[in-house]
């Protein structure tokens, strides 16, 4: 598969771009539970840059010039790379988990009065 520039991709062509590029480039997979390390490290990344921008913290001098889609985009790679370690199809767990949440949230959070 051919890689994009800036065109939008579906979860199976994500999945497959890479890993196509994990065995081209990365030269293999790290372990799962270094990449659980890898991604909980991505997450903390982006923790950092949503406090700094949407909460409380100010910025510092090593925060210059971060991009949120970029740590996002960064999350998901690692995520990604689990789920073709583990076996997972992304696109069928997410539309089961939004399933899921349709079913059982489908009063809960119109009956909420905190969010009226």
């Known amino acids: 598969m051919k890689q994009t520039n800036n065109q939008a991709v579906s979860l199976p062509q994500a999945q497959q771009l890479v890993d196509n590029w994990i065995k081209t ?3 293999r ?3 799962e539970l270094t990449n ?3 991604l909980t490290e991505e997450v903390g990344e982006l923790a950092r840059l949503m406090a700094r ?9 090593s925060d ?14 690692v995520l990604i790379c689990l789920a073709n370690q583990t076996g997972v199809d992304l696109n069928v767990a ?23």
């Open 64 to 77: 210059e010039g971060k991009d949120l889609g970029d740590e996002m985009a960064d999350v998901l790679w």
């Open 29 to 31: 997979y790290f372990s």
């Open 94 to 116: 997410f539309l089961k988990n939004m399933e899921k949440k349709t079913n059982r949230d489908k009063d809960r959070h119109q009956n909420n009065e905190k969010l009226k």
């Open 36 to 38: 659980l390390a890898i």
């Open 25 to 27: 480039i990365g030269v």
């Open 53 to 61: 921008k949407y909460g409380d913290q100010s910025y510092k001098k």
